[in-house]
């Protein structure tokens, strides 16, 4: 393989990429059929971190434990024997998963956000392990080789959402990792960080993506490769409707709101780095890596005016309510002080004389669950707080939505498509380039293919 690092990649693979042997070894053939691909960040084996989280987050008996530590074994066993139980590697992940049962039996697990990173952290820590084995047996050579990604990329100790120290990372890329790239291709973990004590932190949900592209940015790759089990972005999520189609390329503004507004594909964080620093993005499938995907990048040859349906769910609708509010300064500045304190970020935001409603993302069995108690909490010290759950947040995204002969026709047809149904807070104006409704979740994906048969299937 080229030692050359000018056209460096870094590729990501995600969980059902890496789901098993077989999985491991087509993304390992997509390495090898390119030479640039010298930094690797993979996720968890399919259904690991879902087994670790019932671990951090669930009351188990030792015998319930046991059985969910031993699904886990199961997963990582069944790769090894594949690739015929290497005695060096079969030591290293019996290590990692006598350390595992270690952590997930203290007392304090359940209340201890800094154990349930650590615990988490062991999937990715696994399946990198495995993953340099099983490319290294598809090469038959030693061409790849397992490197703790804890030791460049670090972090606050904001565990469960932990924010990356961009400078402190960028200086152990280049000491520590570049070096690594010349010689061999590196196998890390995405999602898993670690901050100036020495502790595991996490980067939350979805931090596989925004892992990798902060490894891009640091190592001054020129892209960065997400293989996931879908053929690129779509016009909407392909399992809501069989209409959805593939985007050949879209912008980084563009792709910036379809995550933000739940386009599973890419994480919403992920774009940050890449557009700091000018990285370009390909998503791709692993199960059919030449059957194209879509390029993210600054500048596209075609911006229509609508692009994609995006849908978000386990959505949280928070109104707060004072009388103080009416004619009174102050009133926003300390409900978003309270917000800012409890590390919690708003998608959507209403007013009235009275009253402020916002959403916020609140999947269960996370940590943000526990913020956002914490956070109504602080609320409700100085005015009355109404909460409302099973919402979907729908978003039409384009550009330049609510200006020119395209955007204002069709708009008026977005609404006339979805005024039967009951949406609880509406916004379009502060953006140019997506408008937003707030659903009940249960018919969430029946407006979603409505509206995308509205704009699409003509």
């Not at 005016?305 to 609708?317: G, N, P, S, Y």
């Not at 940590?367 to 707080?385: E, G, N």
Request: charge should be negative; aromatic fraction near 6%; proline fraction near 3%.
């Amino acid at each position: 393989m080229s030692n050359s690092l000018q056209s460096l990649t870094v590729a990501k693979f995600g969980g059902t990429s890496v789901a098993n042997f077989e999985a491991m070894s087509r993304c390992a053939q997509i390495i090898l059929d390119n030479n640039d691909i010298r930094l690797v960040a993979v996720s968890a084996s399919a259904g690991v971190t879902n087994l670790l989280v019932k671990l951090g987050n669930e009351s188990l008996s030792a015998n319930e434990r046991e059985s969910v530590l031993q699904q886990i074994r199961n997963i990582q066993n069944s790769i090894l024997n594949d690739l015929g139980r290497p005695q060096d590697l079969e030591q290293v992940i019996e290590q990692l998963l006598g350390q595992l049962a270690e952590v997930a039996a203290q007392d304090d697990v359940l209340t201890s956000t800094k154990l349930k990173d650590e615990i988490l952290s062991f999937g990715e820590r696994m399946s990198s392990q495995l993953f340099a084995a099983v490319m290294n047996k598809v090469a038959n050579a030693d061409v790849a080789t397992s490197f703790d990604g804890r030791q460049v990329l670090k972090t606050d100790s904001t565990f469960g959402k932990a924010e990356p120290n961009l400078a402190v990372t960028k200086q152990h890329a280049t000491d520590v990792l570049v070096p690594l790239l010349k010689e061999k291709v590196v196998i890390t973990q995405g999602f898993i960080g670690q901050d100036s004590f020495g502790n595991t932190t996490t980067l939350g949900r979805g931090g596989s993506d925004y892992s990798a592209a902060l490894f891009a940015e640091a190592v001054d790759a020129f892209a960065l490769q997400i293989w996931t089990d879908v053929t690129g972005i779509y016009t909407t999520d392909p399992r809501i409707t069989d209409k959805a189609r593939p985007i050949g390329e879209i912008s980084f503004n563009e792709a910036a709101e379809m995550a933000t507004f739940g386009a599973k594909i890419l994480h919403p964080a992920t774009l940050i780095p890449a557009i700091r620093s000018g990285v370009k993005v390909f998503v791709g499938s692993s199960l059919e890596p030449n059957a194209g995907g879509t390029w993210i990048s600054k500048e596209v040859s075609h911006k229509p005016a609508f692009r994609a349906v995006a849908l978000r769910k386990d959505q949280t609708l928070i109104t707060v309510t004072s009388p103080e509010m009416l004619h009174a300064t102050g009133f926003l500045a300390r409900v978003f002080a309270i917000l800012a304190k409890h590390k919690l970020s708003i998608d959507l935001i209403t007013t009235s004389e009275i009253s402020v409603a916002l959403t916020i993302d609140n999947p269960p069995n996370t940590p943000m669950a526990d913020l956002t108690d914490a956070c109504i909490r602080d609320l409700k010290d100085f005015c009355s707080v109404k909460v409302e759950s099973d919402l979907a947040l729908v978003a039409v995204i384009g550009n330049h939505i609510h200006s020119g002969q395209d955007g204002t026709g069709r708009i008026s047809s977005i609404f006339r498509t979805v005024e039967n149904d009951q949406l609880r807070l509406i916004c379009h104006g502060a953006s140019q380039h997506n408008v937003c409704f707030l659903v009940e979740q249960a018919s969430a994906e029946n407006i979603v293919r409505r509206i995308h048969d509205d704009l699409f299937a003509a």
